[in-house]
């Protein structure tokens, strides 16, 4: 399981100039001032977006304290972007940039993914408070996952209790455990392993409630060490210098990308624990969960990027 199925329509061309992608704004803190892109050739400034595709010759600037952090492509690295350093104009890869093909290709994929994907994260009615609702499982949903140590999430009242198991095709229990408090549990490390490429159903429920399901199929090593590739030859490509949002902003791309949405919605978590005030990671965060189907939670992320943008 390999992302590079689009990369020949996501992958540069040797000769595109000005046509090709040259970065991404991975990170976006307007704090009192504004982040704005020029694109080349245009005359106006408009407001810049998190998880913005940028092309050659694009112009970005940055305001007060606002600060920008770009990924540039061909191994490139970041640049940060404030006051002082604007405006900043991206140049096209030079020949002989980023040779590792592969990384780059990488990285190019990623970037037409996070761009797209935010783009269909969806814009739901938040439904109104009230009446406890069952929970909703979050994560692993609908995915295959890589075979680490799961963590299955759900959300629901942090004062209930659940009973939460974990099906066999065919509906045998694999393991179950009762009076669960809070929103996640761990797969235990004494319980059955599970086997790759079997559909198995993970369910939560709450007191007189009906159960809450989803599936999840783990992925078989020879999958699992691929992705692990790729993302090594995606660290290479970042390099030691790249921040760790816009870092973890990438390794979900490219999770997302193989379809694993229950690891790259992981990546983005730990990050958000890390630094709650990034509207790129909420936005993408938006953008996972609107393909998991979860369009409430998609638009609550959305939402707190919106505020970070503004307030």
């Known amino acids: 399981m390999v992302v590079f199925a689009v990369l020949a329509l996501l992958a540069p061309r040797p ?8 970065g991404m704004i991975t990170e976006l803190k307007p704090g009192r001032g504004r ?3 020029r694109p080349a050739g245009a005359p ?40 002082a350093a604007s405006p900043l104009t991206l140049a096209a890869p030079a020949a002989g940039e980023g040779r590792g093909q592969k ?20 814009q739901a009615m938040l439904s109104t408070r009230g009446a406890a609702r069952p929970p909703v499982v979050l994560s692993p949903r609908n995915s295959p996952v890589l075979p680490d140590a799961l963590v299955f999430e759900w959300n ?44 198995y159903t993970f369910q939560v429920v709450g007191a007189a409630q009906a159960p809450q399901e989803a599936w999840f199929e783990v992925l078989d090593a020879v999958g699992a060490e691929a992705i692990r590739a790729d993302l090594a030859a995606l660290e290479q490509e970042l390099g030691a210098t790249a921040p ?40 993408l965060l938006a953008g996972l969960q609107g393909r998991m189907g979860l369009s409430e939670q998609a638009a609550e992320a959305r939402d707190e990027a919106e505020f970070l943008l503004t307030r």
């Not at 050659?56 to 304290?65: K, Y």
């Not at 990384?103 to 969806?122: C, D, I, K």
């Not at 066999?168 to 392993?193: C, F, I, L, M, Q």
């Open 44 to 83: 106006a400034w408009t407001a810049a977006r998190p998880l913005q595709a940028l092309r050659a010759g694009d112009a970005v600037r940055a305001s007060a304290d606002a600060v920008a952090v770009i990924l540039l492509t061909a191994r490139r690295g970041t640049v940060r972007v404030d006051a």
């Open 244 to 283: 760790p949002n816009s870092r973890a902003v990438m390794r979900a791309g490219v999770l997302a990308q193989a379809g694993l949405l229950h690891d790259a919605r992981l990546a983005v978590a730990a990050a958000l624990a890390r630094d709650p005030d990034e509207a790129a990671l909420h936005l």
């Open 103 to 122: 990384a780059r290709a990488l990285v190019q994929a990623g970037v037409g993914f996070l761009a797209g994907a935010t783009r269909e994260s969806g």
């Open 15 to 22: 000769a595109a100039g000005q046509g090709e992608t040259a």
């Open 156 to 199: 629901g009242s942090r004062f209930a209790r659940y009973t939460v198991r974990v099906l066999a095709p065919g509906g045998r229990v694999v393991a179950e455990r009762a009076g669960v408090t809070g929103a996640s549990w761990s797969y235990p490390a004494d319980a059955p392993r599970l086997q790759a490429g079997a559909r």
């Open 35 to 37: 982040v704005e892109v």
